[in-house]
T-cell receptor, first 114, second 112 residues
Framework: NAGVTQTPKFRILKIGQSMTLQCTQD?????MYWYRQDPGMGLKLIYY???????DKGEVPNGYNVSRSTTEDFPLRLELAAPSQTSVYFC?????????????FGPGTRLLVL | AQSVTQLGSHVSVSEGALVLLRCNYS??????LFWYVQYPNQGLQLLLK??????LVKGINGFEAEFKKSETSFHLTKPSAHMSDAAEYFC??????????FGSGTRLSIRP
């Protein structure tokens, strides 16, 4: 049982490039989330999903896109990378009842946009 | 607007001393309350949570927190700090099924 896995661990992007951050969970959780963590700022919710085919915006969705074709996978897409997207990105999942439940976090992807 | 405040971005205590990390929130709606811990280069792990019932909640690694509705607080405590407690701690508050806010975090250092 690997829990929540994220790839890559670290990536450097040039301004304007695109990339997909991968997230997979093997706990059969319905809810999945993407957060970004900036120094001294805590975590900000980017997007979340309540199940396959259903996604919704969080607090800071601009510049990102998501899809949820399966229960296990919840990739985050950056179409035109900007320096403001330099951050650490965490994927998380929970079983039921969304934000009332314990969230299980992946190890994070550190992204640097230059 | 709803908000979560963690007082003190950095707290330093001696090994064996009391740990007290503060969390306050602003809302009139009853919340769900969480404390998460983040060790270096890792994701967050749940320490404890309050949903309903007893206001004193016990978590892992000897931590506990008390929900005080009148003070809109959910402070985290541990009677005796251990070197392995050095980490960053996040308070999180959820209102309903579609919103959660994390505090900005408190880095806990333990002096030998």
């Amino acid at each position: 049982n690997a829990g929540v896995t994220q790839t890559p661990k670290f990536r450097i992007l040039k301004i304007g490039q695109s990339m997909t951050l991968q997230c997979t969970q093997d706990m059969n959780h319905n809810y999945m989330y993407w957060y970004r963590q900036d120094p001294g700022m805590g975590l900000k919710l980017i997007y979340y999903s309540v199940g396959a085919g259903i996604t919704d915006k969080g607090e800071v969705p601009n510049g990102y896109n998501v899809s949820r074709s399966t229960t296990e996978d919840f990739p985050l897409r950056l179409e035109l990378a900007a320096p403001s997207q330099t951050s650490v990105y965490f994927c998380a999942s929970s079983l039921l009842a969304g934000f009332r439940e314990t969230q299980y976090f992946g190890p994070g992807t550190r992204l640097l946009v230059l | 607007a709803q908000s979560v405040t963690q007082l003190g971005s950095h707290v330093s205590v001696s090994e064996g001393a009391l740990v007290l990390l503060r969390c306050n929130y602003s809302s009139s709606v009853p919340p769900y309350l969480f404390w998460y811990v983040q060790y270096p280069n890792q994701g967050l792990q749940l320490l404890l949570k309050y949903t309903t019932g007893a206001t004193l909640v016990k978590g892992i690694n000897g931590f506990e927190a008390e929900f005080k509705k009148s003070e809109t607080s959910f402070h985290l405590t541990k009677p005796s700090a251990h070197m392995s407690d050095a980490a960053e701690y996040f308070c999180a508050v959820s209102w309903g099924a579609s919103k959660i806010i994390f505090g900005s975090g408190t880095r806990l250092s333990i002096r030998p």
